[in-house]
T-cell receptor, first 112, second 116 residues
Framework: SQQGEEDPQALSIQEGENATMNCSYK?????LQWYRQNSGRGLVHLIL?????REKHSGRLRVTLDTSKKSSSLLITASRAADTASYFC????????????FGQGTTLQVKP | DTEVTQTPKHLVMGMTNKKSLKCEQH?????MYWYKQKAKKPPELMFV???????INESVPSRFSPECPNSSLLNLHLHALQPEDSALYLC???????????????FGPGTRLTVL
């Protein structure tokens, strides 16, 4: 079963604007990861945040994690047309099996 | 080499055919995964191999048969598939499956499978 829920399902913004995507999950986790997928292609790992971390940055990406609310957000600043893709959060639960539970994804469209 | 490769990129097969999907990585990763992804949906885990042993089978029908010949290779053998099995099949690898460390997965570009 999918434990990650994302919102919004779809987001359309202009180039230069910021994009925020949210992810909620149900069980305790080791870490939470964000992936990007361009249409019909493989997923690309963006950033990993551990359960004892609250915020992490990587270039134009900022991820927050609130384990008390079981939620995370991904902020993409100064978006570019090349950021157009689907974004998935994935949780690594405490099972230590390597199994990731993916959220339903947010489809981001950045208009030039 | 930080790449996961998959062959073929596209595959069209009939319901009576036998075919195989191949996946390869040379990052020294000891965990490898098969996922199935339908359009506009997240990837669904099918199988996990850890140190070349099958550790997770997510109740996948027996018409899908995984194989891990060595630590760099992962195959998915297909036989008597149904049209509803048409999907993007993704392979991924990670350093390991367990522990509290970094276990992000590296994905291949996928094989687009169409079953007629």
């Amino acid at each position: 079963s999918q434990q990650g829920e994302e919102d919004p399902q779809a987001l359309s913004i202009q180039e230069g604007e910021n994009a925020t995507m949210n992810c909620s999950y149900k069980t305790s986790i080791n870490n939470l990861q964000w992936y990007r997928q361009n249409s019909g292609r493989g997923l690309v790992h963006l950033i990993l945040i551990r359960s004892n971390e609250r915020e992490k940055h990587s270039g134009r990406l900022r991820v927050t994690l609130d384990t008390s609310k079981k939620s995370s957000s991904l902020l993409i600043t100064a978006s570019r047309a090349a950021d157009t893709a689907s974004y998935f959060c994935a949780t690594d639960a405490l099972s230590n099996t390597g199994k990731l539970i993916f959220g339903q994804g947010t489809t981001l469209q950045v208009k030039p | 080499d930080t790449e996961v490769t998959q062959t073929p990129k596209h595959l069209v097969m009939g319901m009576t055919n036998k075919k195989s999907l191949k996946c390869e990585q040379h990052m020294g990763h000891r965990a490898m995964y098969w996922y199935k992804q339908k359009a506009k949906k997240p990837p669904e885990l099918m199988f996990v191999y850890s140190y070349e042993k099958l550790s997770i089978n997510e109740s996948v029908p027996s018409r899908f048969s995984p194989e891990c010949p060595n630590s760099s290779l992962l195959n998915l053998h297909l036989h008597a598939l149904q049209p509803e099995d048409s999907a993007l099949y993704l392979c991924a690898s990670s350093q390991r499956t367990s522990g509290r460390g970094r276990n992000e997965q590296f994905f291949g570009p996928g094989t687009r499978l169409t079953v007629l």
